[in-house]
T-cell receptor
Framework: GNSVTQMEGPVTLSEEAFLTINCTYT??????LFWYVQYPGEGLQLLLK?????DKGSNKGFEATYRKETTSFHLEKGSVQVSDSAVYFC???????????FGTGTQLKVEL | DGGITQSPKYLFRKEGQNVTLSCEQN?????MYWYRQDPGQGLRLIYY???????QKGDIAEGYSVSREKKESFPLTVTSAQKNPTAFYLC?????????????FGQGTRLTVV
């Protein structure tokens, strides 16, 4: 079956620090990969996605590259802000699939 | 603006009661989903529906029921058979079932058993 593993949090960084949140996956077929962000008390919002190997998804300064050889989709941002504090979920979906498979989420706290 | 609306935002239930969580979307999406979120466990799929009048169990369907009588509505009932219903419930929808389609989420309903 499909599964997603992401690093446990919380991750605490100072503003303007570099962020990496690791995500690896196991999937049958060729999945599409997603990062979702959840702000306190809210639902999930799509942050970025990549649908095939070597694709790079990017949005709001965040990036992630679909690495088939290492089955990874690590999230990066060069300079985080306090407003980036949230929970980040890595997820995958396979072709014809009916559901997203989520990781357990990584809480990010950015301090001044 | 198009989107998904969940109501209520907060819900309190006495033990032994059934409660129904509402989910409405005006995105004209075919597929709809219910997820449960617990601390440290990510999101787990309860039920999903690809078309009207059809739905399938997800990974943790026991103690829950759904209906899909209209394309835009997918209510979830938490029955008294659900042993630990306190959680954050999220409804989502997608345009289709292809792997690369994005899921849109509602703001969630926090259910607490009192």
């Amino acid at each position: 079956g499909n599964s997603v593993t992401q690093m446990e949090g919380p991750v605490t960084l100072s503003e303007e620090a570099f962020l990496t949140i690791n995500c690896t996956y196991t999937a049958t077929g060729y999945p599409s990969l997603f990062w979702y962000v959840q702000y306190p008390g809210e639902g999930l919002q799509l942050l970025l996605k990549a649908t095939k190997a070597d694709d790079k998804g990017s949005n709001k300064g965040f990036e992630a590259t679909y690495r088939k050889e290492t089955t990874s989709f690590h999230l990066e941002k060069g300079s985080v802000q306090v407003s980036d504090s949230a929970v980040y979920f890595c997820a995958l979906r396979t072709g014809g699939g009916n559901k997203l498979t989520f990781g357990t989420g990584t809480q990010l706290k950015v301090e001044l | 603006d198009g989107g998904i609306t969940q109501s209520p935002k907060y819900l309190f239930r006495k033990e032994g009661q059934n409660v129904t969580l509402s989910c409405e979307q005006n995105l004209n999406h075919d597929a709809m989903y219910w997820y449960r979120q617990d601390p440290g466990q990510g999101l787990r799929l309860i039920y999903y529906s690809q078309i009207v009048n059809d739905f399938q169990k997800g990974d943790i369907a026991e103690g829950y029921s759904v209906s899909r009588e209209k394309k835009e509505s997918f209510p979830l009932t938490v029955t008294s058979a659900q042993k630990n219903p306190t959680a954050f419930y999220l409804c989502a929808s997608t345009q289709g079932t292809a792997g690369n389609t994005e899921a849109f989420f509602g703001q969630g309903t926090r259910l607490t058993v009192v």
